[in-house]
């Protein structure tokens, strides 16, 4: 009875994890399959080609797009661990004048939904003439109220006499967050990297928005023109490109699925 | 101290001047813009309430909003039921966990515009590979995604599978709550695996639940890529969704007045089913 | 020239007083101990002293500079936190040197400096391990190993003992003493505990409130409080405390409450003593305890209680007795200690009596 019943258990989470896996896997295979083939079920091409990737890679700039995406998330990535942590410092560990101010603000910021305020903030993107430049990808992300709020909260939990012994041992404030701080925040601070990168590489409306120069494309913008655009042409054509954003985010999931899960499950953001 | 303050105030000053310009402004604006009419190259006029009486009577906007409320009865649902049977499973000693772990939540941290073009593609009524199974089991194909009855399920089936990993976590961490005592208590009282679920795990994981429900209805109000990839709204416009007709509006028909007034109008029904969700599921406590 | 001046030093977060006009000197190389409460403002005048704390009014002074308004690192002060405050990251070496990186100090200067505290802490097993992989006796001395590498003109302790274990804490507080008076470096320690004020300090501010209630030796301290705070504060098991009316006769004194009289063992002189109202203060090892057989009778010269708990301690036992509605304790290293019911005489030494008028000690009495 009982061995039946883990038979059934392992055999639910098997069929479980083949729907969640195997779609990926089947686009996988198709990139590399014939136009004839694309429909089939089997995984494995019997002529496989790297055609569809050669189509793909002659009609659009998914190699720009590709560093297009990196450049921008990274420098987002960067801006909201560099700034956001002096940011939080201060509102955690520093007294000043209108730190309560700040803090509620933050909180309410986070209860606004993004729609509201997409259309007045593409306004502004239009009168600072920032349509079709990384300004516009980069400079409302720079900032990230979720963020400082968990770094916030890590830092509330470091003790004070640690920053009193930096004082005493001649550090500045800025010193003491980067050289104390900084190394006792790694989990707080790899989770913030991870969900910011990854916000931003799969981010499709802003992008949409503010950006219309096949140059200035990031990847899931790009992605989304050439398949909806009709440039693709064929599911091989469109499957191959999607699989240029999907790649470099299965190997980094693959190396730090841990982090990435803490990471999505604390922020509440999903791609 | 008198440094404190001066370097607190230079730490975070150019946050506040962010939150001023690209929070609080964008906030204030769109409630300026609802009384705008504006196309971003003349200049503004000043248009009353007209944008809020053209939305009460906007049959797009509010097909739009029906679809989202389709939506939304068929995803809560179905998010709710697959990420708490999944988090069960998970809830037990098992080999492999973390991989299990990691194969639910992989759709999670892929693009959703990744997600819709797949989906596409196994939608696909002649070539794709739903239909290629139904067929092998000696079922006919089904138009998912170009039948009005089927798109709208269809989409709403896809993204449960997108987020339900993300839901197991929020789930797991709930279980992983419910103290031991507790269990052996009502193991001791004799309740069967249906009653130990109905009476102890279901009432505990709540807070969880309340948490699923309201992500996942904000969610779902923000849907947009999935029916811009795989559907443009249609057919019949049975996919259009809010944000797909307030980008249409600022994107292709340049009225930022009305989008900005559609925006508002999606933050204020967010804010409203949210609030009610949470009195219902309160309620539901209580009995 | 007094090594620490504070002139008239005031604190205050926002309407709340927390240290009010408090004035010290510290003599050059002495170790001065602020004991008092919590809530008695002795951590924030140190934090003053250290430049963590921003002081609302008046100086301070260190080897005759101002530092009033001077940030920590300008004031050649090194301090240890009562949490250790040690780098987690870092190993013990670094946290001993990074203070003297900072300073720029050179580099064989800082191996000398960090390998000389190693010595005389005993650290040099652990000097390439983290924080975390050491007890809390040996994380104790890494903190007073930062602090001595500095070579600062002041040592600061923030109750640097109160997260040990008892046997610990009275180990630590020898080798505290020991260093300090090897090094010389003047010294301010701030304790909530008595014990440890007593034992260390060559001298003891009594804080309560925000104030200053006496400075003295230890042993003036606990000879000659000059309050009831005071005298309650120092010394354990405290001093007992009974209300009642002093009476001259013939030249001679009482002292009565609630119509019992406690008499004194030696005649004293009568103008010395303020007649009315007072509060009569005598420690428990100060007094005699003689139990009453039941077959004698007849008045005996002491005051007569009845046991109601004895404490064997082994050396000393505490006896709590009952006279009349007062419940009083005595100290006592009798070998025939009484039973629990017994009836019992008490001399009370009539030189160690102390009297309150108020709540102010009648200091001419003794």
């Given amino acids: 009875m009982k061995t039946l019943r883990r038979i059934a258990l392992y055999t639910g989470l098997t069929i479980a994890a083949l729907t969640f896996i195997y779609p990926f896997l089947w686009m996988a295979s198709a990139t590399f399959k014939p136009l004839s083939e694309v429909g089939t079920i089997a995984l494995f091409p019997s002529h496989a080609t790297l055609d569809n990737y050669r189509t793909m890679w002659a009609r659009a700039p998914f190699g720009r797009a590709l560093l297009n995406s990196m450049f921008v998330a990274g420098t987002i990535t960067i801006s909201v661990l560099v700034f956001g942590s002096i940011t939080a410092y201060s509102m955690a560990r520093l007294r000043f004048r209108g730190r309560p101010v700040l803090n509620a603000a933050t909180m309410g910021v986070l209860l606004v939904p993004g729609q509201l305020t997409l259309i007045p903030m593409y306004t502004l993107i239009v009168q600072f003439g920032w349509v079709d430049t990384y300004a516009a990808l980069i400079v409302p992300y720079l900032f990230n109220a979720t963020a400082i709020l968990m770094m916030r909260q890590f830092f509330l939990q470091i003790p004070q006499s640690l920053i009193d012994s930096a004082r005493m041992d001649g550090m500045g404030e800025m010193r003491i967050l980067f050289t104390i701080f900084w190394p006792l925040s790694r989990p707080v601070l790899s989770i913030v990297a991870i969900f910011t990168f990854m916000g ?72 | 101290m008198r440094a404190e303050r001066r370097s607190g105030s230079l730490m975070a000053a150019p946050y506040a001047a962010f939150l001023a310009v690209f929070a609080l402004y964008p906030i204030l604006f769109a409630l300026v813009l609802v009384f705008l009419k504006w196309d971003l190259v003349t200049t ?194 049975r996919t259009y969704s809010i944000v797909l007709y307030l980008y249409t509006n600022a994107f292709a028909y340049q009225k930022m007045g009305y989008a900005a007034t559609i925006g508002v109008a999606l933050a204020l029904i967010i804010g409203t089913v949210v609030l009610i969700q949470r009195r219902v599921i309160g309620k539901a406590e209580a009995l | ?90 190993t013990v070496r670094e ?161 009565t409450s609630d119509g019992i009289d406690f008499p004194f063992l030696s005649e004293r002189r009568a103008s010395d003593v303020p007649s009315g109202s007072v509060t009569l203060g005598i420690r428990p090892e100060d007094m005699t305890v003689d139990v009453l057989d039941a077959q004698s009778d007849g008045p005996t010269r002491g005051l007569q209680g009845r046991v109601v708990l004895v404490e064997r301690l082994g050396g000393t036992s505490h006896i709590h007795f009952d006279a009349g509605p007062h419940r009083l304790l005595a100290a006592v290293s009798n070998d025939r200690l009484p039973e629990v019911g017994d009836a019992i005489s008490v001399r009370l030494h009539s030189e160690r009596i102390h009297l309150f008028v108020g709540d102010r000690r009648i200091s001419s009495v003794i």
């Fill in chain 2, 44 to 237: 503004p006029v000043f248009a009353g309430f007209d944008n809020v009486r053209v939305l009460a009577n906007d049959g797009r906007f509010w097909r739009a909003v029906e679809n989202t409320f389709v939506f939304l009865s068929i995803h809560l649902p179905l998010q709710i039921a697959s990420a708490l049977a999944l988090a069960l499973a998970l809830n037990r000693p098992l080999m492999f966990r973390s991989f299990w772990r990691a194969a639910f939540f992989l759709p999670v941290v892929i693009s959703g515009a990744v997600v819709a073009i797949l989906w596409s593609n196994l939608y696909a009524t002649d070539v794709g590979l739903i239909n290629g199974l139904l067929v092998r089991v000696g079922l006919n194909p089904v138009p998912w995604l170009t039948d009005p009855s089927t798109a709208m399920p269809a989409i709403a089936a896809m993204v449960t599978w997108k987020n339900v990993g993300f839901y197991v976590i929020i789930y797991l961490a709930g279980l992983q709550y419910i103290p031991r005592s507790c269990k052996e208590a009502i193991e001791i009282e004799g309740a069967t695996t249906w009653q130990r679920f109905r009476y102890l795990t279901l009432p505990m994981l709540l807070p969880q639940t309340i948490l699923v429900v309201t992500l996942s209805t904000i969610n779902g109000f923000q849907l947009f890529i999935e029916p811009y990839v795989m559907t443009g709204g249609g057919p019949l416009r």
């Fill in chain 3, 95 to 255: 946290n001993l040197s990074l203070g003297l990186r900072l300073r720029k100090v050179a580099r064989t200067e800082i191996d000398r400096r960090v390998a000389w505290a190693a010595d005389m802490l005993r650290l040099e097993p652990l000097l390439d391990r983290k924080p975390k992989q050491l007890s809390g006796g040996q994380q104790q001395r890494v903190a007073m190993g930062r602090a001595m590498v500095r070579e600062p003109l002041v040592f600061l302790f923030d109750e640097p003992l109160s997260n040990l274990d008892a046997g610990l804490r009275a180990q630590m507080r020898i080798e505290i003493g020991g260093l300090q008076r090897r090094l010389m470096t003047t010294t301010v320690y701030v304790t909530h505990d008595q014990v440890e004020a007593m034992t260390l300090g060559d001298r003891i501010v009594v804080l309560a409130d925000g104030r200053i209630q006496q400075i003295g030796k230890p042993i003036e301290l606990y000879r000659s409080p000059v309050n009831r705070f005071v005298a309650g504060f120092v010394g354990t098991p405290p001093m007992n405390f009974v209300d009642g009316n002093v009476a001259q006769k013939n030249g001679s004194i009482s002292f």
């Fill in chain 3, 1 to 90: 020239m007094p090594s620490v001046h504070f002139d008239h030093v005031s604190k205050r977060f926002g309407a709340t007083t927390v240290v009010e006009d408090f004035s010290l000197d510290v003599e050059d190389g002495e170790l001065l101990v602020l004991v008092g409460g919590s809530g008695s403002g002795k951590t924030t005048i140190l934090r003053m002293l250290a430049g963590l704390e921003e002081v609302t009014e008046g100086t301070i002074r260190i080897d005759d500079r101002d530092v009033t308004a001077l940030p920590p690192r300008d004031r050649d002060v090194a301090m240890v936190f009562q949490d250790y405050g040690l780098y987690p990251h870092m």
């Fill in chain 1, 200 to 271: 931003s590489w799969n981010e499709v409306l802003w992008p949409l928005l503010v950006v219309r120069e096949q140059h200035l494309m990031t990847l899931p913008q790009l992605l989304t023109v050439f398949s909806l655009g009709g440039g693709a042409g064929s599911i091989g054509v469109s499957l191959a490109s999607a699989m240029v954003l999907v790649v470099p985010v299965v190997i980094a999931y693959a190396i730090l699925q841990r982090n990435f899960i803490e990471s999505m499950a604390s922020s509440g953001v999903k791609g």
